[in-house]
């Protein structure tokens, strides 16, 4: 338990407050940590770039919301796809949910490289 719902169980054990008005508060503590989760994930975009050589053969920026479906979708359908047996795509989708950005994947094959950012 953190410690500001241990500070609001001692107020309450102390009869600082009432456990209603520490039940409020702990209701509130928790609708913020939401918002605050909903807020990392909300208007992130993920950035597909694929590099051949040295042209760039696709740079692609799809909405966080939109990649998140596809790749649930996707991966249900991959499992015989050459390289990608090694991708865990729910890792991907944890991470990105859990605020990670920057590049998240890198794929070599020759000349070709594909790298999946999120920004």
Known sequence: MNDEKMRILSMIENGTITSDEGLKLIEAIDSKKEEIALKKSEGKWI??????????????????????????????????????????????????EEGAEGKIVEVEDGNTLVEVFVE
């Open 47 to 96: 950035r597909v770039k694929v590099i051949d050589g040295d042209d760039t053969k696709v740079n692609v920026n799809i909405p966080l919301a939109l990649a998140k479906a596809g790749m649930n979708i996707g991966k249900k359908y991959a499992t015989d796809a050459e390289g990608l047996e090694n991708i865990d795509f729910d890792e991907i989708i944890r991470l990105i």
